[in-house]
């Protein structure tokens, strides 16, 4: 998968700004091997303003900087009851203070403070790259370079501030993905409000060349597209505007992470039926997917049909209509209708009812799902999943229920590709091979104009 790359801002654009970065030093000296850690604290020349007066802590055992006062020309700090000016593009060194640690040759600690013009489109670049390399290496890179991410999204805010109104959607991904070299969506909600922000204030309608909708496309291919036109439903309506204004970037998007060539061969892009799926959930931990049937199409649900769902049992299919299903599990019948989510608890035997009148939770629980679905665009979503998930979100241990859960997935999509073999598609058999016999999926899914 191709690494989102920014383009330049628009020529009237004003890239330049100060930028005031305090580094907090701490330096030891243990049988004679020296250790030295830096905290960096970065801040626009726009946000000193409100800063004055205030003091910034860099790391704890520093202390604090107290900002003085800020001019284009020079900023004053102090430190340690010492006053320090630096000059715009200059760099001091404060003294060095001595802590008293028996337990270690020396200590110390100090600050350095630059006060430079910066050309922020040049430091964003900059940044992101090593941003993006640190957090495919490092578990905790979220909080190991928190700084460095804090000062990308301000470069990122500033520039659209400034005019480029294109970025808003870089700025929504970054501001909602603690992984930036995968951009996975973790946080939906911040997402939401933020897109909502960006069509609300009519930025998409400022940005005449809709450079956006390129950002759009790269968030779209890295997370469940139908999932984030959910969540922002004015952006469906936005994209459907532009594409009848003939935007075919707009019109590919609206048939997902594919352009809409790679949709019509398979299957009416319009055309849905019903689909279910179950899995049986720990309670204790609800990432533990026990079980997990095989996605079901519509043709598989006749009455008497018997589905098993691991070692949680098996439903019986007892009826079928045009928007619903209804079902038989444990005994108990159950009717589903479109779109309906239900959670089932399993009251395990071995617990009298006065213990659940007491408030005893049972340990599982069983989730049924039963909606329309495009079936292709189904395949080419839960491709994407287990790809993504195989290639930055897999375990080392291989009985991990996310692996398990992939896994399912993955059965689940070979056995779509399958039903849509058996209906005529005869050139699905190449991808079916392909994804039954190699294990990098996202490979596949990015590749996949040659297989069909």
């Known amino acids: 998968m191709e690494s989102i790359t920014l383009n330049p801002p628009k020529a009237s654009v004003d890239l330049y700004a100060s930028l005031l970065t305090l580094t907090g030093v701490h330096k030891t000296m243990d049988m004679s091997v020296a250790n030295v850690s ?35 020309q020079s900023v004053k700090v102090s430190y340690q009851l010492r006053e320090y000016q630096i000059p715009l593009d200059q760099k001091i060194v404060s003294e060095s203070y001595l802590i008293d640690n028996p337990y270690l040759s020396s200590e110390e600690v100090w600050v350095e403070v630059e006060y430079e013009t910066v050309n922020m489109f040049n430091l964003l670049c900059s940044f992101f790259a090593q941003i993006v390399e640190k957090d495919d290496k ?24 400034r005019g480029e109104v294109s970025y808003f959607p870089i700025y929504a991904i970054l501001s909602s993905a603690s992984n930036w070299s995968t951009l996975i969506i973790t946080d939906y909600s911040r997402f939401k409000t933020l897109f909502k922000e960006f069509l609300s204030r009519g930025f998409h309608q400022l940005d005449r060349e809709s450079r956006w909708l390129d950002y759009l496309k790269m968030i779209f291919l890295r997370n469940d597209y139908q999932e984030i036109l959910s969540a922002v439903p004015d952006l469906r309506e936005s994209l459907d505007s532009l594409a009848r204004s003939g ?12 352009v809409a060539k790679k ?38 649900l006749k009455p008497g049909e018997c ?24 005994g108990q019948e159950y009717k589903m209708k479109e779109n309906l989510l239900i959670h089932q608890f399993d009251e395990e035997p071995n617990h009298t009812s006065m213990e659940y009148a007491l408030g005893y939770t ?87 104009d040659s297989l069909i």
């Open 362 to 448: 049972p340990k599982r629980y069983l989730e049924f799902d039963f909606r329309k679905v495009n079936l292709w665009r189904t395949v080419l979503r839960l491709m994407h999943s287990v790809g993504f998930s195989r290639a930055y979100g897999g375990s080392s241990d291989k009985e991990s229920y996310k692996d398990r859960e992939m896994k399912q997935k993955a059965i689940g999509v070979l056995s779509l590709v399958q039903v849509l073999i058996d209906r005529g598609d005869t050139e699905l058999k190449k991808l079916y091979n392909e994804l039954s016999t190699k294990y990098d999926w996202l490979e596949i899914h990015d590749n996949i």
């Open 247 to 258: 935007s075919k970037l707009a019109l590919d998007l609206l048939f997902g992470e594919f």
């Open 307 to 330: 589905i098993e769902i691991g070692d949680s049992g098996i439903i019986t299919i007892l009826q079928t209509g045009e928007d619903y299903v209804s079902f038989s599990w444990n």
């Open 263 to 300: 949709l019509g061969p398979r299957q009416n892009p319009q055309s849905e039926e019903l689909f279910i799926d179950a899995r049986m959930i720990d309670k204790r931990d609800p990432d533990n997917v026990i079980s997990y049937c095989d996605y079901i199409t519509v043709e598989k």
């Open 38 to 72: 830096r905290r960096h604290v970065y801040l626009l020349g726009k946000q000193l303003e409100n800063l004055i007066g205030r003091g910034i802590s860099t790391m704890e055992c520093c202390g604090k900087v107290v900002l003085d006062e800020v001019t284009p």
């Open 138 to 161: 490092y578990i905790d890179a979220y909080r190991r370079f928190l700084p460095e991410k804090e000062l990308s999204l301000n470069l990122v805010k500033e520039l659209i501030d």
